[in-house]
């Protein structure tokens, strides 16, 4: 029996997580000094169950698109993106507070057109992404509880990604066969 990959554990991270109000305690506010720890629970945390489930049904379809070979990438980009799209949220003019992984989502969207770059695959997956951030920076929508929906969030999660993914490709390279 073939075994799944690793990357489904972290597309249903979002269901395991609290959402609702239970999940507001997670979320990562820039206000919040001290509490380090919400820049990663923040991105698996969710307003509500929709937003998990929907959250939770594009990683999954990403993790089944990319299979075994991109796991290992998809699994060290949910890692690794919720640390940094934080800190992006931080270095923005104005900070905001965010939950849910749909910055992850764009990241593994953007990161299988990377990794699929050289099949016809990656380039209607780069259109997609492409056209869906346009769409949403210019017409703006609010999430379940009426808060806007994060953009800066799904923009760095799609530009980190791939930046990441080149970072591995190369330390793989420069690394001494063992």
């Not at 849910?100 to 780069?126: C, D, Q």
Request: with cysteine; proline share 8%; charged share 10%.
């Amino acid at each position: 029996m073939r075994q799944p990959p690793a990357s489904l554990l972290p597309a249903l991270l979002p269901l395991l997580t609290p959402w609702g109000q239970t999940a507001r305690r997670w979320l990562f506010d820039p206000a919040a000094g001290g509490e380090w720890w919400r820049a990663f629970t923040a991105s698996w945390v969710h307003a509500d169950w929709r937003h998990a489930a929907l959250n939770s049904a594009s990683l999954l379809l990403l993790a089944g698109l990319g299979g075994r070979r991109a796991a290992w990438q998809l699994c060290a980009l949910a890692l690794l993106l919720p640390w940094l799209i934080a800190l992006q949220q931080l270095a923005l003019p104005e900070p905001q507070p965010f939950l849910g992984a749909s910055g992850v989502v764009y990241g593994w969207w953007a990161a299988l057109a990377w990794l699929k770059r050289r099949e016809t695959a990656g380039h209607w997956l780069a259109a997609a992404l492409l056209l869906r951030l346009a769409w949403q920076g210019l017409w703006p929508n609010l999430g379940p509880g009426g808060e806007p929906v994060l953009w800066s969030a799904h923009v760095g999660g799609a530009l980190l990604a791939p930046l990441l993914l080149a970072g591995f490709s190369r330390a793989r390279c420069a690394a001494p066969a063992a």
